[in-house]
């Protein structure tokens, strides 16, 4: 089992940066896909990013290419999420998740998730 820990969220203007970061408790955190979701009010969860237990393969939703990058270090046990040139469409709560086995883009197939952190763009 693993416990996950968002942090990092915040107010920005469009065009600036944050980054997200995941903090996942127990010893087995590199044996976990994991994802980073997001979820605006009155919308449905949605994938941003995901990332395999080795870190060699990611995915990314067509909205957040080349502004997102996901990342992760199982030495410290956590995964990363840094967002770039970020516009008022990214306003949204995001939540990290972890899963046994591949990496997954459909949020119920996940098994672990965080408590979430409210990430905010102003235009």
């Known amino acids: 089992q693993v416990q996950l820990v968002e942090s990092g969220g915040g107010l920005v203007q469009a065009g600036g940066s944050l980054r997200l970061s995941c903090a996942a408790s127990g010893r087995t955190f590199s044996s976990y896909a994991m994802g980073w979701f997001r979820q605006a009010p009155g919308k449905e969860r949605e994938v941003v990013a995901a990332i395999s237990w080795s870190g060699a393969n990611t995915y990314y939703a067509d909205s957040v290419k080349g502004r997102f990058t996901v990342s992760r270090d199982n030495a410290k046990n956590t995964m990363y999420l840094q967002m770039n040139s970020l516009k008022p469409e990214d306003t949204a709560v995001y939540y990290c998740?972890?899963?046994?086995?591949?990496?997954?883009?459909?949020?119920?197939?996940?098994?672990?998730w965080g408590q979430g952190t409210q990430v905010t763009v102003s235009s």
């Open positions: 998740a972890a899963r046994s086995g591949y990496y997954e883009t459909n949020h119920w197939k996940y098994d672990y």
